[in-house]
């Protein structure tokens, strides 16, 4: 029994080992093409165009820089907050996203020349009471985390008697204005300038303040060599007129002006369908693909360590005690941020973003699995494995072939239940910029401000797909029984 206590935890192991560690061949492959994150929820500088590409003012600078210096990018779209993460952790080369060059900043990151500068304002209903800072007193104002404008807004807030509420991203932020739970919200002068003429429903209240500059960002100390070609690069287009252009392109008046039209040509459940069904498909693909393949890790790893705690041995309890513990008890947005940055910060070693999503429901997932696999098993009468042995039978053979035949019914219900749970609970991983349905939620979002409307269109998805899986499931359970 010790031999197999010892192999089962070797094999868990083995399999944590083969999932966390990238091997360097990899790495070196790939070493001339850079990472780049970015925001998703950016416009004009980051947002994607109804073929799911990712333009702005951003993504077409960095193209054109790349083409220019004669190196290669591969932009991965995963919102502010975890593109800032993913540099300090070294899951990424560098950030480009309307970043701010700020002292703090700086002690963090080495930035790139400014390529933009731009200011603070705040946006307010167009009819509301208020017109200045003055009218904030007592009120709350939206602000988006990890930004200037929730930095400006926190410096001033004592000031003007308001308090603040942080969202992650700007279509949330925008309608808590809109619809009144807000007062108003800060946000950088270009951006909300862009979206006051494209149709956002807001209006500027105040005059830009806190003006600073954007900048491109790398690990400090790190990348060297790709700092230095963007700011070559910068200076050639600046010289040679290309900048100019990228700028006109998406802030002139005809740029804004086809955008408000766009966006009032897409304002039903239809229109958004036939406009975004490509992108929409290809984020239902993605949550698909993760559930199916978590499924399958976390059911493995959860009958493996539920196992472990009824086998008669102590140590083997205690693994398996232990596990649940920690990762029924950790929140899954903790745990896949710890897995995506926390451990390359460690070991130094990238581990893609599927391949954390996979492992974060594996151990979540896999320890409710777990728990109730070792439920199940103590469930069935210990007078039928009491009694399996004293027929001869070792115990290996008598769990095989008398407890858990009878433990499995107990179990399916619990089974079907966590199956739906790791479905809907691939959402959480947009954290860590996986393109599953909520993220591409929030990219459509971002292009058209129509969060009702999207978010009305992925339930109803999220529902289909719940309602399949439970049949499915159900299916299943009778087969069993019968």
């Given amino acids: 029994m010790k031999k197999f206590v010892s192999m089962l935890c070797a094999f868990l192991g083995l399999f944590m080992i083969g999932f966390t560690v990238q091997p360097s061949s990899t790495a070196q492959a790939s070493e001339k093409t850079y990472v780049i994150d970015t925001d998703v929820t950016f416009p004009p500088f980051v947002y994607a165009n109804e073929d799911n590409k990712y333009v702005g003012i951003d993504m077409d600078l960095i193209r054109a820089i790349a083409k220019e210096e004669g190196f290669k990018i591969k932009i991965r779209p995963v919102g502010f907050n975890a593109a800032v993460q993913s540099v300090s952790s070294g899951q990424a080369d560098g950030v480009i996203a309307g970043m701010s060059i700020t002292d703090e900043r700086k002690a963090k990151f080495d930035f790139s020349d400014p390529y933009y500068s731009s200011g603070i304002v705040m946006g307010v209903k167009p009819n509301g009471d208020v017109k200045s800072l003055k009218d904030l007193k007592g009120k709350k104002v939206a602000v988006k985390t990890g930004t200037s404008g929730a930095d400006y807004a926190n410096s001033i807030k004592d000031k003007y008697g308001f308090k603040v509420v942080t969202f992650d991203d700007s279509d949330n932020m925008y309608n808590d204005v809109k619809n009144g739970n807000s007062a108003g919200c800060f946000e950088d002068s270009a951006v909300l300038a862009y979206g006051v003429k494209t149709g956002l429903g807001l209006k500027i209240a105040t005059k830009s303040t806190n003006i600073g500059d954007y900048g491109f960002a790398v690990k400090k100390g790190h990348n060297k060599e790709l700092m230095k070609m963007f700011n070559e690069g910068l200076a050639k287009l600046k010289k040679n007129g290309e900048y100019d252009k990228i700028i006109e392109r998406y802030t002139g008046e005809k740029a804004t002006h086809a955008k408000k039209e766009k966006a009032a040509n897409s304002h039903t459940i239809i229109g958004l369908l036939k406009e975004n069904g490509g992108v929409i498909v290809s984020g239902l693909f993605e949550t698909i693909k993760l559930t199916v393949v978590s499924i399958i890790c976390a059911t493995l790893f959860g009958i493996l360590i539920g196992f472990l705690g009824v086998v008669p041995n102590k140590i083997a309890q205690g693994v398996s005690g232990t596990v649940i513990y920690i990762f029924r008890g950790l929140p899954l947005i903790v ?87 790791t479905l809907k609970d691939t959402s959480i991983l947009s954290v860590i910029g996986l393109l599953e349905l909520t993220q591409t939620g929030k990219i459509i979002i971002a292009r058209n401000l129509e969060g009702f409307r999207v978010w009305t269109i992925v339930a109803v998805i999220y529902l289909v797909l719940i309602t399949v899986l439970t049949l499915l499931s159900k299916w299943v359970e009778r087969r069993i029984k019968d």
């Fill in 335 to 421: 745990l896949a941020l710890f897995i995506y940055n926390g451990i390359p910060s460690l070991t130094g070693s990238k581990i893609p973003a599927f391949v954390a999503g996979v492992i974060t429901l594996m151990l979540n997932e896999g320890a409710y699995i777990a728990a109730f696999v070792k439920g199940g098993i103590e469930a069935v009468d210990s007078g039928q494995m009491e009694a399996a042995r004293s027929l001869g039978l070792p115990f290996g053979k008598a769990m095989r072939k008398v407890v858990l035949p009878q433990g499995i019914k107990i179990m399916i219900p619990s089974f079907i239940n966590q199956f739906i749970i």
